[in-house]
């Protein structure tokens, strides 16, 4: 019988076959997205046969790889359900040791009135900040029309959008100054680490949002001067890293006269959010 229930469980085992992780969890999502709906109380509902054919395509397109946000076309981010597309970097829980090292820095501080977050894609960053603090505004910046777009989107979306602004420009060409937290998750994966990104990074996610150079840091360059020359006096800045990047990002900041308060790990304890100030 297609009911529900079965229909996931095969999906499931479909996806496990395939090595792809979280396939029970990956086949509801899928389902729930195809419905419209959550799919838990109706598991022994019937699905009919156009539904079959039609999970059965997006359970295809997961098997070939392509992830299942990029298929739902949303994703959860912090507190937050945000849009994605084939232009933006799916947000990831890695990202968000970016926010708590925030929340950590200001515990004893005042809260920051003006946010930057630089390389904004969907948003998330400077979305999840401000949805922390109800007082600060917020300006994102990217230099992809689209991805400025899906982040104007996802900051209506939240209820964000009469304190988020966003700009589609190239990060050198900002005038504004005086920004009290500044955010960025910039391109930092090396030239020949390419090959070794999962398939469902290195073929569906945007290679201009993943790649920093021959060595990854090409972005920490660029960003360096900008950051001295954007951020107000008592301001910090904190910087997603790549895997063993640490010193290397801290010294290139420290060349522009950004000095390191501290490092926080992620859920793996790999060093993510370099604090700069």
């Known amino acids: 019988m297609n009911s529900i229930r079965n229909v996931i469980r095969f999906a499931a085992a479909d996806f496990a076959c395939a090595g792809i992780n979280n396939a029970r969890l990956n086949a509801r999502l899928l389902l729930s997205h195809l419905l419209n709906r959550t799919v838990w109380p109706h598991e022994e509902e019937v699905l009919d046969s156009k539904n079959l054919e039609q999970f059965q395509a997006l359970i295809s397109r997961h098997i070939a790889g392509e992830p299942v946000n990029k298929i739902t076309g949303q994703c959860s981010f912090w507190t937050l359900e945000l849009m994605v597309t084939a232009d933006t970097l799916d947000p990831r829980p890695d990202s968000e040791t970016l926010i708590e090292a925030t929340l950590?820095?200001?515990?004893?501080?005042?809260?920051?009135?003006?946010?930057?977050?630089?390389?904004?894609?969907?948003?998330?960053?400077?979305?999840?900040?401000?949805?922390?603090?109800?007082?600060?505004?917020?300006?994102?910046?990217?230099?992809?029309?689209?991805?400025?777009?899906?982040?104007?989107?996802?900051?209506?979306?939240?209820?964000?959008?009469?304190?988020?602004?966003?700009?589609?420009?190239?990060?050198?060409?900002?005038?504004?100054?005086?920004?009290?937290?500044?955010?960025?998750?910039?391109?930092?994966?090396?030239?020949?680490?390419?090959?070794?990104?999962?398939?469902?990074?290195?073929?569906?996610?945007?290679?201009?949002?993943?790649?920093?150079?021959?060595?990854?840091?090409?972005?920490?360059?660029?960003?360096?001067?900008?950051?001295?020359?954007?951020?107000?006096?008592?301001?910090?800045?904190?910087?997603?890293?790549?895997?063993?990047?640490?010193?290397?990002?801290?010294?290139?900041?420290?060349?522009?006269?950004?000095?390191?308060?501290?490092?926080?790990?992620d859920l793996s304890n790999i060093p993510r959010a370099l604090v700069l100030k």
């Not at 060409?173 to 500044?182: A, E, H, K, P, T």
């Not at 910039?186 to 996610?205: H, K």
Request: charged share 20%; with cysteine; aromatic share 4%.
């Open 104 to 265: 950590e820095i200001f515990i004893n501080r005042k809260p920051p009135s003006r946010v930057l977050d630089l390389g904004t894609g969907t948003g998330c960053l400077l979305l999840a900040a401000l949805s922390e603090f109800p007082t600060a505004t917020g300006l994102g910046i990217d230099s992809s029309l689209a991805a400025s777009e899906v982040a104007r989107h996802n900051a209506k979306m939240t209820g964000l959008s009469d304190r988020a602004e966003i700009r589609c420009q190239n990060w050198n060409s900002l005038q504004d100054n005086q920004f009290d937290l500044i955010l960025s998750n910039p391109p930092y994966v090396a030239e020949d680490e390419i090959l070794s990104l999962e398939d469902g990074v290195r073929n569906y996610d945007p290679l201009n949002a993943l790649v920093g150079g021959v060595d990854g840091l090409d972005a920490y360059r660029v960003l360096a001067p900008l950051l001295r020359r954007v951020l107000s006096y008592n301001g910090v800045t904190i910087l997603e890293l790549g895997i063993g990047q640490a010193n290397a990002v801290a010294a290139i900041m420290l060349q522009a006269g950004l000095r390191e308060i501290s490092r926080k790990a």
